[in-house]
């Protein structure tokens, strides 16, 4: 059974940082893309980043740029996601999201979002 | 960035009833799209991709169609544990991967 399980999550003022833990297990981790989802309170789903299966690709959502990185750790199952310069618009649950359907688009490796963790709250407010 | 609007926002249906959920690109994605479904308090689960192809374990209720622009997702006869919000999301054309707004099918 897939299992993805965040943590990290916290209260945090503006312009501090948090690092998310994502821990995998149930499946070849070290063979999956993964993602970072985001739900503000009340609102919908916005997709974050995601990182290929050797970590030598990484993608972000043009407002992370340049503040949140992420990365992975294939010995240990486990994703993460550094998150610096924190706003108050950061607030939000963050998933932690199994690319497991890759699809290619245009010859371009595409992840869906097959499994996903119950997320860690993420709450930045002075 | 490719915007994906969905539509209604709320969806009131009575259970064993059609629902008929919509979600629009700005530009085409041609069919590659996916469909989510998110309970209160659950994270959300993969439904559809390729527009039309359900995901492992997905009822037979659950279906897909359209491409380009617009899209569709039925669910034929709405059970209760089909109450949720459903989630649009193009793959087409990222970074980055986009969602619809969201419609909620509640229960009427």
């Known amino acids: 059974e897939v299992q993805l399980v965040e943590s990290g999550g916290g209260l945090v003022q503006p312009g501090g940082s948090l690092r998310l833990s994502c821990a995998a297990s149930?499946?070849?981790?070290?063979?999956?893309?993964m993602n970072w989802v985001r739900q503000a309170p009340g609102k919908g789903l916005e997709w974050v980043a995601n990182?290929?299966?050797?970590?030598?690709?990484?993608y972000y959502v043009d407002s992370v740029k340049g503040r949140f990185t992420i990365s992975r750790d294939n010995a240990k199952s486990s994703l993460y996601l550094q998150m610096n310069s924190l706003r108050a618009e950061d607030t939000a649950v963050y998933y932690c999201?199994?690319?497991?359907?890759?699809?290619?688009?245009?010859?371009?490796?595409?992840?869906?979002?097959?499994?996903w963790g119950q997320g860690t709250l993420v709450t930045v407010s002075s | 960035e490719i915007v994906m609007t969905q539509s209604p926002a709320t969806l009131s249906v009575s259970p064993g009833e059609r629902a008929t959920l919509s979600c629009r690109a700005s530009?085409?994605?041609?069919?590659?799209l996916a469909w989510y479904q998110q309970k209160p308090g659950q994270a959300p689960r993969l439904l559809i991709y390729?527009?039309?192809t359900r995901a492992t374990g997905i009822p037979a209720r659950f279906s897909g169609s359209g491409s380009g622009t617009e899209f569709t997702l039925t669910i034929s006869s709405l059970q209760s544990e089909d109450f949720a919000v459903y989630y649009c999301q193009q793959y087409n054309n990222w970074p980055p991967l986009t969602f619809g707004g969201g419609t909620k099918v509640e229960i009427k």
């Open positions: 990182i290929k299966q050797d970590g030598s690709e990484k």
């Open positions: 390729g527009a039309s």
């Open positions: 530009q085409s994605v041609t069919i590659n």
């Open positions: 149930g499946f070849a981790f070290s063979t999956s893309y």
């Open positions: 999201a199994r690319g497991g359907t890759i699809v290619m688009v245009r010859g371009v490796v595409t992840p869906l979002f097959d499994d």
